[in-house]
């Protein structure tokens, strides 16, 4: 690996990549009414970023009386006829993403939609983005879990301690932090907080491969010095403990 750049470039889609969220919340909201239920903006804002069957139990619990998978495929179908008409991809995603193929660094779209969705949505990019697609039917443990990135990591044949992965909701930078990998967030219909072992950017517009590198650089020599500094500390208490 290149000590300046990234093994890797882990990509979420929806709300990352590309702007869907709206698309998932109305049809969440649309599938509840159908069966008499109630479905806010705040309800949908609390399932961004979770694996589809975690969202299809939680609307069952609201009501939804269909099997969990039928429950997955129906929201499916309505956010891709959705993104047949309309793609809005996210402000500077498009440009970074190209920089990074550019610069020759292997990417992975790592996504808890169902893989006809991701795959689809890959197809729409002017450019070949993605090395690896990575679904939420193609791993046992959704995110928050770090299986998704760390499935994807050793699939392109590199390290999750050696990539950075590009997230925008809480869940997605939890399992993102959790697979060791350098965390990006960039905030859409989710807030993120500060100090929680990732790096907001505000907006990938104007980004590139070599602002990735900087972040990487900066965030594994951090690392380095934190190691460094825990193991002079241990070494100074065994010290005194021998001492005494």
């Known amino acids: 690996m290149n000590d300046l750049l990234p093994a890797?470039?882990?990509w979420d889609m929806d709300g990352t990549l590309v702007d869907t969220e709206p698309f998932w919340l109305a049809a969440e909201e649309e599938l509840v009414s159908s069966f008499g239920g109630t479905w806010t903006h705040d309800d949908g804002l609390a399932l961004v970023g979770s694996g589809l069957d975690h969202s299809a139990a939680v609307l069952r619990g609201r009501g939804v009386d269909l099997p969990e998978m039928e429950?997955?495929?129906?929201?499916?179908?309505?956010?891709?006829?959705?993104i047949e008409s309309s793609?809005?991809?996210?402000?500077?995603?498009?440009?970074l993403l190209r920089s990074v193929r550019e610069a020759g660094i292997p990417t992975a779209l790592v996504t808890m939609s169902i893989s006809r969705m991701a795959r689809h949505v890959a197809s729409l990019l002017p450019f070949?983005?993605?090395?690896?697609?990575?679904?939420?039917?193609?791993?046992?443990?959704?995110?928050?879990?770090?299986?998704p990135?760390?499935?994807?990591?050793?699939?392109?044949?590199?390290?999750?301690?050696d990539?950075?992965?590009?997230?925008?909701?809480?869940?997605?930078?939890?399992a993102a932090v959790a697979s060791g990998a350098?965390?990006?967030?960039?905030?859409?219909?989710?807030?993120l907080t500060e100090g929680l072992g990732y790096t907001i950017w505000p907006t990938l517009a104007g980004k590139t491969v070599a602002d990735l590198g900087d972040l990487f650089r900066s965030s594994r020599d951090?690392?380095?010095?934190?190691?460094?500094?825990?193991?002079?500390?241990?070494?100074?208490?065994?010290?005194k403990a021998g001492a005494a």
Not at 134 to 141: I, K, N, S, T, Y
Not at 163 to 174: F, H, P, Q
């Open 8 to 10: 890797a470039v882990l």
């Open 71 to 82: 429950i997955i495929d129906w929201l499916t179908d309505r956010v891709q006829s959705r």
């Open 87 to 95: 793609v809005t991809w996210r402000p500077g995603a498009l440009e």
């Open 128 to 147: 070949d983005g993605f090395d690896l697609v990575l679904a939420g039917d193609e791993v046992a443990h959704s995110k928050p879990h770090p299986e």
């Open 149 to 161: 990135y760390l499935h994807a990591a050793r699939v392109l044949g590199v390290s999750a301690l």
């Open 163 to 174: 990539c950075v992965a590009i997230e925008d909701s809480v869940t997605g930078l939890a």
């Open 182 to 191: 350098v965390s990006v967030g960039v905030p859409l219909h989710s807030p």
């Open 222 to 239: 951090g690392a380095a010095k934190s190691d460094a500094m825990k193991s002079d500390a241990e070494n100074s208490g065994a010290e």
